[in-house]
């Protein structure tokens, strides 16, 4: 896989590491207490560990067998976090402030610096990293994908503090469900799917996305509520109802019947185009 990606995009660097900024004040780390921040994590086919720099000096290799990783920082301010190449996956699961006796629930500052090209999942990595309190959670804009993630599944669900725009999707991703839901900062215009999309399920769910909706690709099969609550939009790259809910795309998992599973509570000139029943002949009233 490593020679495919290297002769496919000879022109262009792969990037080996995956990195994020994590950033502790006072509260997230109090004197003479610590904050822990847990990941669930798989290393690629063929490795027994992922290579991981906190960033606070401490370097180790993390072990296949232990799903569940963790790291306790015991100093606000912020760190570069590192995964090495033989990472597949990770997702952000909990994160504890332990000081004084007590233990509470925080969420310090995150922003995602690079995906890794070897990287092939970013499902539900960053999903609801939401801080309660100002300035907390997930901020900044979206960073480009890395060239091997097959699936974007809920990547960046529920994060409101995200803005754009929207960078174009990696050449291998195919399932594009949740990505962007509920990311209600989220603006920008929306990029062409990929070329081997299969799912969009929800992608852009009670988003800011504005502009016009790109055409779907031949493979993608499911687009339930994928524009759901996007008033920002104008429109589509077609007015043909054929080409606007193919019949490949009627009656699949989920039973998607009529443009309300994919345009409903949208912007009305994006409505209008589509039909009352899928695939069918009588225009929306």
């Known amino acids: 896989m490593i020679a495919a990606l290297m ?3 000879a022109c262009d660097p792969l990037k080996e590491e995956t990195i994020f900024d994590i950033e502790f004040d006072e509260i997230e780390i109090p004197e003479g207490g610590q904050c822990q921040v847990q990941f669930y994590i798989t ?4 490795f027994d560990a992922v290579g991981v720099d906190w960033g606070d000096g401490t370097k180790q290799d993390w072990p296949k067998s232990q799903y569940t990783m963790w790291h306790n920082w015991t100093s606000p301010g912020k760190y570069r976090v ?4 033989r990472l597949k996956w990770f997702r952000f699961t909990e994160c504890w402030t332990s000081a004084n006796g007590r233990s509470y ?4 500052l995150l922003r995602p610096v690079q995906w890794g090209d070897f990287v ?6 960053y999903c609801g990293w939401t801080g309660s309190r100002e300035g907390r959670g997930i901020r900044g804009g979206i960073i480009p994908w890395g060239k091997s993630i097959t699936t974007t599944f809920c990547c960046y669900e529920r994060n409101p503090n995200l803005t754009g725009p929207i960078p174009k999707w990696g050449p291998s991703v195919t399932v594009c469900d949740g990505t962007y839901q509920y990311c209600s900062g989220l603006v920008g215009k ?6 081997k999309a299969e799912s969009c399920d929800q992608c852009y769910t009670s988003t800011g996305v504005t502009g016009t909706i790109p055409a779907w690709p031949e493979t993608m099969t499911s687009a339930r509520m994928c524009y759901q609550d996007c008033k920002g939009l104008t429109g589509a790259w077609t007015d043909d109802p054929d080409l606007l809910m193919p019949e490949r795309m009627n009656g699949q998992e989920g039973s998607v019947t009529d443009h309300d599973y994919v345009v409903k509570d949208a912007s009305e000139g994006l409505r ?5 029943d899928w695939g069918g002949t ?3 009233p």
């Open 190 to 195: 929306i990029p062409p799917w990929p070329k």
């Open 120 to 125: 092939e999942s970013a499902q539900g990595t």
């Open 105 to 108: 629930a925080s969420r310090p």
């Open 43 to 46: 290393p690629r086919a063929g």
């Open 282 to 284: 009588r225009a929306r």
């Open 7 to 9: 002769q496919m995009f």
């Open 82 to 85: 590192k995964f090495d190449k």
């Open 272 to 276: 209008a185009l589509f039909y009352e």
